[in-house]
Structure formats: C-alpha cells, structure tokens
C-alpha cells in the first residue's frame, strides 16, 4: 500500500515538473530577445528604416507603468494586462510612426503599425483599426542589418524601461 501512494506521489511530481518545463517563460528570455523580433515585424509592416527608431520592452513588471504614460499607453490600453504578456514598441525619434509588437511568454501575436495623422500626433483610435495578427513572414528577419545600443527611458511616472537604440551594424 505504501509502495503504490509512493509511486503515485512520485508519477504527480513528474507530471507537475513536465508541465512546468514545458510552458515557455518570459524570465527566460532578455528584453533583447523580443526587441529583436519585434523589429522583423516592423521590418515587415511598415517601410520605412528602422535606423534612428528607439525600440521599448514593457513586461507584466512595467505594464501598468507604461500603461500610464502619454506614449506607450495608448498601444496597450486595447491589450489585456496579464502575466506573461509583453510588448516591444518601436517609436521614430520625432514620434510620427510607432510600431508595438505583443507577446504571450514569447509568443509574438499581435502588431500595430501606425503614423501620425493630421495633429502631428498618433490618435488612440488609429491604433485599434491598425491591430493585425502576426504572420510567419512578419517573424522573418529584415534586410537592413540593425545595431541595438542599450538606452535609457523611463515612463511619464519615472519607472525605467528596458529600451535601444537601433543604429546601422558595423561593417566588418
């Protein structure tokens, strides 16, 4: 009788660990990671060069942060705040075109890719009609060569966000 309840703790622990192991993880993987994907995307989506663009990492960390800031905000109000969802958002230096790449665990799902209309500024509701999923020709790697030169941003309420700056590789 011990032998049995022994063998069946030991078969559910298994189980347990091989569930566990087999769920990919976020932690796992550095903001870089999913940055870089993210730029094949907006390689993919939009065609101007992605030389000069500052690109973002917000993580369920920083989400909520994010979510309160005058830029990143608006790309993830229509995205449902959950544990392993993420994003990587790619702004050009004046702000005029911006595209955000989400991620269930390290899963990339969903894109927008807008520019900014008549204001000079990107309208929230610009950014719900350009909402696509994510192909597998999105997911493959971009003509230019891209450099990602680690910066340094912080949301509207200070919170530091994992971000580069995307600069031409060097010719070897």
Known sequence: MKSRVFLRLVLATVAVLTVAQSRPST???????????????ASHVQSQSLIGFLVIYIDEQTWSAALKDG????????QEAKPSRSAGCLFTTRKDAAVCTYFDND???????????????????????AYKPVSKQMLKKGKEDLNFTEGAVTTDDGTR????????????
């Open 161 to 172: 966000v994992p971000s580069f700056q995307i600069t031409k590789k060097a010719k070897n």
């Open 107 to 129: 899963v990339p799902y969903g894109v927008v890719a807008v520019r900014a209309g008549a204001t000079g500024t990107i309208d929230g509701s610009d950014i719900l009609a």
């Open 71 to 78: 830029d990143l905000g608006p790309f993830l109000k229509p």
């Open 27 to 41: 932690e796992q993987k550095p903001p870089l990671f999913f940055l870089k994907i993210a730029a094949n995307v």
